[in-house]
């Protein structure tokens, strides 16, 4: 069965560093997608990046980009130059094969620092 | 425009109520979803409608009912529910349905308190 883990329950970073935000997988399907979503206090999801399965370069979007690495079936979050404004959830999520599912992580709180 | 609007923002509603959640895109998007969201979880698909016809129930049960009136609206329809139904209801849409990659996009929820 398709499966997404995010090992950190919180990450901190200070204002302007970089921070890595964790993400595996496990599928046996050779087509998937996998996408970042940001949820603030607020409670709106907001797409963040999508990476496809055979992509060959990893997707970048603004500050935004992901590490994927299929042999390890990683795909990181990086978000570069931390704004106070990036404090929230963080969730990866897994469009699951052959439908139209999409299956989530248990999600990272992200809290950024002055 | 990848918008997607949801009302109401928040509801309060006791176990006798019936209610209705309101979503609706007009992105041309063909699939839509509801999605429920409780406190420090990660969202739970509910149902799926693709070109306006439900593909996907995940078992929820029936004081839940969907309705796709048109490719632009979703509604969630709520009759006898339980203080356990209170959470963060989102809706999402995506250009097509099926497998692959397409994104989904979510509206801002609506936040139900059942007493």
């Known amino acids: 069965a398709q499966k997404i883990t995010q090992t950190q329950p919180g990450m901190f970073v200070q204002e302007k560093e970089a921070v890595t935000l964790d993400c595996t997988y496990d599928?046996?399907?050779?087509?998937?997608?996998l996408f970042w979503y940001k949820q603030p206090s607020s409670g709106e999801m907001i797409f963040l990046i999508y990476?496809?399965?055979?992509?060959?370069q990893n997707a970048t979007e603004g500050r935004y980009s992901l590490n994927f690495q299929k042999a390890r079936k990683s795909a990181n979050l990086v978000i570069s130059a931390s704004q106070l404004g990036d404090s929230a959830m963080y969730f990866c999520?897994?469009?699951?094969?052959?439908?139209?599912?999409?299956?989530f992580g248990t999600g990272t709180r992200l809290q950024v620092f002055p | 425009d990848t918008e997607v609007t949801q009302t109401p923002k928040h509801l309060v509603m006791g176990m006798t109520n019936k209610k209705s959640l309101k979503c609706e895109q007009h992105?041309?998007?063909?699939?839509m979803y509801w999605y429920k969201q409780k406190a420090k979880k990660p969202p739970e698909l509910m149902f799926v409608?693709?070109?306006?016809?439900?593909?996907i129930n995940e078992s929820v049960p029936s004081r839940f009912s969907p309705e796709c009136p048109n490719s632009s609206l979703l509604n969630l329809h709520l009759h006898a529910l339980q203080p356990e139904d209170s959470a963060l209801y989102l809706c999402?849409?995506?250009?097509?349905?099926?497998?692959?990659?397409?994104?989904?996009?979510f509206g801002p929820g609506t936040r139900l308190t059942v007493l």
């Open positions: 999402a849409s995506s250009h097509d349905p099926g497998p692959g990659g397409d994104t989904q996009y």
């Open positions: 599928t046996s399907d050779p087509s998937y997608g």
């Open positions: 990476q496809g399965s055979y992509d060959q």
């Open positions: 999520a897994m469009r699951e094969a052959n439908t139209d599912k999409l299956i």
């Open positions: 992105m041309g998007h063909r699939a």
């Open positions: 409608y693709s070109y306006e016809k439900l593909s």
